[in-house]
């Protein structure tokens, strides 16, 4: 019941503080422009004689595009709108009204997740599906395996989430916030030198970006769902920078669900153990 | 208990025992360790070594603290909630049915007199009224205990007496109120019982309802004579401040007809006989001693 009452107060405070609103204006700006460039690249098509073929490759690409802009814009809000929510209420004091209540800390903590997961799969479920809609009605392509794209894109989030948490449990919201967006930069620049890897064939360019990706596998969630989303043949021919030249298998997923597991396994025990 | 953080010792070894059903002080410096000692006792730090038992069960059990309410120093919660939303909220965290919550709110928000503000987010409010409603969250579900860190600070002298009212009805109900403040001048005229703490230990403890008894007496009188103050110490502790004066302090309101009988009957001439209750400001001092830096 606690942790069902934290979830509630935790999604109310998005809605409340604006945070979710904010961000789904600034998502309607991207949605915009998204569209309205997908729009004068169709009329475009129509003045200037491209074949059927390569306006396929460069409007699957738009979308790919598009795809990863959401991608990147749910992963920092989803940083950027839970990085102070425990370290923070650590800091003023304000955990110690809940934490003195009949609810054990892990509910505490527990509901605190849930809550930001149904606020993030609200944002990844409009601003994905508005890309995903735009691309087929005023681009005429639709992503090979959308639903298992969003939701390797909302898991990609909950890594970063449950990364959010543990270190809240530690540090101050600032040293968090650091930690966690140098987590996320370390990744983005591994999952580019895998995909490098993959175009000039070098092993050990691989492994710089596996290790990368095993300290934090969110940029090779993406590039699991890039290849989940784009059509076989653009992926193959190597047109875009999502091609799939290097693609995370089965177990890289299963080691980020694992990762997410274990990094809000220690989360809860560093609540339950730390001082308030 | 004691606590240490690093290389620094918070509480030393604090030992203790509150009575039920009594308004309980809890008194010391700044830095004597009675918030650390309070964050033990409801479980939000844990002891370095020791152990505490809280209504029978030890100290952070998730079923006792359905019988406890806290109010923190400074209370603060989240800014976007009205103060309605806030009790409601803290109603449901304490296992108040939701049918019970529907007439408490209001009931608590008039007991705290902030009924006019009931629809008001808490980022409007002034620290006064934040510690109202901190208040109201403590009791909402009608604990058998409850801690009181500095809930007067920040009130204006209604408030206080307000927050006075309430404790005493609390107490009248049957619960424990255990009150951190250091308006000593409210604990003075709230507290059935006081400690004082210092450095994490307790150094002694007072009933105030026998406080009440205990008299200090200025007295001015000439020919006072060696004799005639060596004799006093029959009824108390007295001590020559100067040629005509003399303090003596006395357990119980008594003594006073002998002393001044003892004074006439030694030769003294008497001018001045003043029974003075001895504040607990002057007992803290006393205790305490003179402030020696944080």
Redesign the interface.
Known sequence: MGTWIMAGVTFREAARKKILWTALIAGAGFLLVFGAGLHVQIEDFRTNAVPPFLRYQIVSAMLMVGLYTVDLLAVVMTTLTSVDTIAGEITSGTIQAIATKPLARWQILIGKWIGFSGMIAVYVGIMFGGTIAEGYWIGGVMAEHPVRGALLIFLECMVALSVSFLFGTWFSTLTNGVIVLGLLGLAFMGGWLEQMSGFTEGSRLATVGIVSSLLMPSEAIWRRAAFEMESPLAGSLQFSPFADVSVPNFNMIAYAVVYLLVALGIAVYNFYDRDL | MRKVFGDKVAVRDLSLEVPRGEIFGFLGPNGAGKSTSI?ML?????PTSGEAFVLGKAAGD??V??R?G?L???????E??TAAELLH??G????VPEIKLRDRVPEFIERVGLTAHREKRLQDFSKGMLQRI?LA?ALIHEPDLIFLDEPTSGLDPMGRRLVRDIIRAQRDRGATVFLNSHLLSEIEITCDQVVFIREGEVVTSRDMREQEEEVRIEVRARKLTQECVAGLAKWGAAFKTDEERVTITTPSRDALPHLLRHLVAAGADVYEFTPQRMSLEELFLSIMGEDRGL
Do not use: C, D
């Open positions: 964050k409801l479980g939000l730090a844990k998730v079923e603290r359905r406890i806290f923190p120093e400074n209370f603060r919660f989240y976007w909630l909220l803290h449901r965290l304490s296992g901190g969250q």
